[in-house]
């Protein structure tokens, strides 16, 4: 049986991977800011900022929450939906 990960371990491994994920999104919001308009009420721009709040939340689940958020509902009929031909 393998035993989880220790957290000071997998902060140690990953700390410098999560920062550079961390600066690289804030350069993303800083370019939304600086640029021209608005990007308020746009539902991408609302998935981000609901995917934010999900990983500064204590969930322990974060990375199903986020999936599930940016996923589609399962459509019984999804390839008539999408246009597609039904598989042979």
Known sequence: MTLPIDAQEVLER???EIRA???QLA???DRLDRGAG???GDARYDLIRR???ILSSE???KAEQ???LFSRNYDDDWQA???MPAAK
């Open 66 to 68: 986020l999936q599930l």
């Open 81 to 83: 939906t999408l246009n």
């Open 38 to 40: 608005s990007v308020v």
């Open 27 to 29: 350069a993303s919001f």
């Open 14 to 16: 990953e700390f410098l």
């Open 59 to 61: 969930a322990p689940d």
């Open 51 to 53: 995917g934010l709040e």
């Open 21 to 23: 994920k961390l600066l």
